[in-house]
Every structure is written in structure tokens, then in C-alpha cells.
Nanobody, 124 residues
């Protein structure tokens, strides 16, 4: 099990950028696939992005392709989500997730470890 702590959420205007960060502790960071999900008001948890332990394999939701970059620093035990050209529909709570071997990287139940979440609000 790994503990995850997110930071970097906030209130921005449409078209602006935010960088979310997640720090992991209590496990061997390179053992984990890392990812981000979000919960938009009134909807189920939604996959945003995932990155393999080496950083070589990246999955992105179609809704964020071209606007979002996921990266990790295995020397610092961190994973980041750079979000550009934010839209009001990106508003929600963003969660960092981790799992040693998620059976489906785009499915929330595939991840054992979750952070507490950080709120992102995009105004018009």
C-alpha cells in the first residue's frame, strides 16, 4: 500500500492552466502504475490519465488529449498532471491513484490506492 497526497488544485478561469502534483510514500514508487481520476459533480469517477512505472506508456482520456500532460519523477516519488486550456467542464475533484498492476488502467476499481483529492474549479 502507498499513501498519496495531492496538491495544486484551485480556482482558475477558462483557458488557464493548472499543475496538479501527487507525492507517494510508504511504498516502492517504481512498482506502481500511477494515474489521475476525477469526480465531476453529478457524475461517476472518470479516468483522466495514467502512466507506467517507467513513464514510457501513457494513457489519456479522449476528453483531455492535447490539453493534459502526465509525468512522473521516480527520484522524487511524484506524479504530476499539467492541465492546459482548462474548460468549465473540467471542474471537479481530482484524485491521484496507484496500483502495482491495474487490470484496466482506465477503470477506477482497478486501483487500490487513492489520495484524498484536490479540487479544481474552472470559471467562465
Amino acid at each position: 500500500q502507498v499513501q498519496l497526497t495531492e496538491s495544486g488544485g484551485g480556482l482558475v478561469q477558462a483557458g488557464e492552466s493548472l499543475r496538479l502534483s501527487c507525492t507517494a510514500s510508504g511504498g516502492i514508487f517504481t512498482s506502481y502504475v500511477m494515474g489521475w481520476f476525477r469526480r465531476i459533480p453529478g457524475k461517476e469517477r472518470e479516468f483522466v490519465a495514467a502512466i507506467s512505472w517507467s513513464g514510457e506508456t501513457i494513457d489519456l482520456s479522449d476528453s483531455v488529449v492535447g490539453r493534459v500532460i502526465i509525468s512522473r519523477d521516480n527520484t522524487k516519488n511524484t506524479v504530476e498532471l499539467q492541465m492546459n486550456d482548462l474548460k468549465p467542464e473540467d471542474t471537479g475533484d481530482y484524485y491521484c491513484v496507484a496500483d502495482r498492476n491495474p487490470y484496466n488502467r482506465r477503470y477506477h476499481n482497478a486501483y487500490a490506492d487513492w489520495g484524498q483529492g484536490t479540487q479544481v474549479t474552472v470559471s467562465t
